[in-house]
T-cell receptor, first 114, second 112 residues
Framework: GAVVSQHPSRVICKSGTSVKIECRSL??????MFWYRQFPKQSLMLMAT?????????EQGVEKDKFLINHASLTLSTLTVTSAHPEDSSFYIC??????????FGPGTRLTVL | GNSVTQMEGPVTLSEEAFLTINCTYT??????LFWYVQYPGEGLQLLLK?????DKGSNKGFEATYRKETTSFHLEKGSVQVSDSAVYFC???????????FGPGTRLSVLP
């Protein structure tokens, strides 16, 4: 089946630094990629939707200048958390949709900001 | 808008017990329905899905039937194992390829 990978799986950073998370579709081309955020013991909340080669569409309440999304190719999207703070600590999950509209989820990246 | 409601957890069962996790939804049209499982520290894995009314999704002993008349998609398993301990998310996706809407998740703990 289709596989979506994320890198890194875990990252710890200091407050004020920026962190980049990669999401790759390994065996299919992803026309659309999604970024979700999951706080402990809560459900997934959609942060933004990105289409290859165009600007991401952010959900209400998500700061686009803080969470930079780049979807440079049909197999790669990146989420950069800029000037991270402890409240940004969370589990970030990406998802990719293929050309027949099937959607697959990555394994997640746990970000801890000290 | 579309929404998903799940029974609140946590659910604690003994091994080999019968499991039911209720899920109901609100949506226009004919959404596809999904159950995802999340093991500790991991991402979401698709457990099963159903794309139209009366369809039954099944996998690894779990099953759920798409009931349009009751707008439900309850998850069942006849005999749970300790390894089934995880968080289970019910989700829907609109019939026009819309974004996923997830329920709040139900944490299941199975004791030996």
């Amino acid at each position: 089946g289709a596989v979506v990978s994320q890198h890194p799986s875990r990252v710890i950073c200091k407050s004020g630094t920026s962190v980049k998370i990669e999401c790759r579709s390994l065996d299919f081309q992803a026309t659309t990629m999604f970024w979700y955020r999951q706080f402990p013991k809560q459900s997934l909340m959609l942060m933004a939707t990105s289409n290859e080669g165009s600007k991401a569409t952010y959900e209400q309440g998500v700061e686009k200048d803080k969470f930079l999304i780049n979807h440079a190719s049909l197999t790669l999207s990146t989420l950069t958390v800029t000037s991270a703070h402890p409240e940004d600590s969370s589990f970030y999950i990406c998802s990719a949709r293929d050309r027949v509209n099937e959607q697959f989820f990555g394994p997640g990246t746990r970000l801890t900001v000290l | 808008g579309n929404s998903v409601t799940q029974m609140e957890g946590p659910v604690t069962l003994s091994e080999e017990a019968f499991l039911t996790i209720n899920c109901t939804y609100t949506a226009t049209g004919y959404p596809s329905l999904f159950w995802y499982v999340q093991y500790p520290g991991e991402g979401l894995q698709l457990l099963l899905k159903a794309t139209k009314a009366d369809d039954k999704g099944s996998n690894k002993g779990f099953e759920a039937t798409y009931r349009k008349e009751t707008t439900s998609f309850h998850l069942e398993k006849g005999s749970v194992q300790v390894s089934d301990s995880a968080v289970y998310f019910c989700a829907l996706r609109g019939n026009y390829g819309q974004n996923f809407v997830f329920g709040p998740g139900t944490r299941l703990s199975v004791l030996p």
